[in-house]
T-cell receptor, first 110, second 115 residues
Framework: GEDVEQSLFLSVREGDSSVINCTYT??????LYWYKQEPGAGLQLLTY?????DMKQDQRLTVLLNKKDKHLSLRIADTQTGDSAIYFC??????????FGAGTTVTVRA | GAVVSQHPSWVICKSGTSVKIECRSL??????MFWYRQFPKQSLMLMAT?????????EQGVEKDKFLINHASLTLSTLTVTSAHPEDSSFYIC???????????FGPGTRLTVT
């Protein structure tokens, strides 16, 4: 199985908050990332968090990290139609190579 | 922000031919570039790590003679799919790491279809 796991789909109403969850298995991971991929495009770095942090906020994005449970989440406040995309969680180990989850497809409905 | 381009964005080739994909960091120097492969509705699979001026490091199960990687300068890495077959059809994405190893920037991807 994959080292990084995510739920595959999330449907959210426009204006509501979206919460995307991710679990990882490697406790030696140093950094954890969230990337966004729109159809037919590459990955856009949204944010990352160092493993000794609990929370990081950047405008509408809030990342929460529970290192004990190896659980990472991304909250998008006031979700907009432009937020519809696939969101990938990734972990980086000491060599900075990224290991990705399968991605969560977020669909924003009016 | 850091921009990574890929060329071509899509390519269709016949079985048995070779295809070269370029990855460029446009506004920064990338000592390390990565090549990924993504199947439909699946995650990215790291194929190889490319360091400028040295041989690429391939992940387990990736044929180095099939997927030739060259990283001749700090802004350009190329992936050549040799003797392509239909099973090589995929979305190939490169990424480049800046001096800050924490940030890895991705190209827009290249859709390869082998007929």
């Amino acid at each position: 199985g994959e080292d990084v796991e995510q739920s595959l789909f999330l449907s959210v109403r426009e204006g509501d908050s979206s919460v995307i969850n991710c679990t990882y298995t490697d406790s030696s991971s140093t950094y954890l990332y969230w990337y966004k991929q729109e159809p037919g495009a590459g990955l856009q770095l949204l944010t990352y968090i160092f493993s000794n942090m609990d929370m990081k906020q950047d405008q509408r994005l809030t990342v929460l990290l529970n290192k004990k449970d190896k659980h990472l989440s991304l909250r998008i406040a006031d979700t907009q139609t432009g937020d519809s995309a696939i969101y990938f969680c990734a972990e980086a180990r000491n060599d900075y190579k990224l290991s990705f989850g399968a991605g969560t497809t977020v669909t924003v409905r009016a | 922000g850091a921009v990574v381009s890929q060329h071509p964005s899509w390519v269709i080739c016949k079985s048995g031919t070779s295809v070269k994909i370029e990855c460029r960091s446009l506004d920064f120097q990338a000592t390390t570039m990565f090549w990924y492969r993504q199947f439909p509705k699946q995650s990215l699979m790291l194929m190889a790590t490319s360091n400028e001026g040295s041989k690429a490091t391939y992940e387990q199960g990736v044929e180095k003679d099939k997927f030739l990687i060259n990283h001749a300068s700090l802004t350009l890495s190329t992936l050549t799919v040799t003797s392509a077959h239909p099973e090589d059809s995929s979305f190939y994405i490169c990424s480049a790491r800046s001096a800050d190893p924490l940030e890895q920037y991705f190209g827009p991807g290249t859709r390869l279809t082998v007929t």
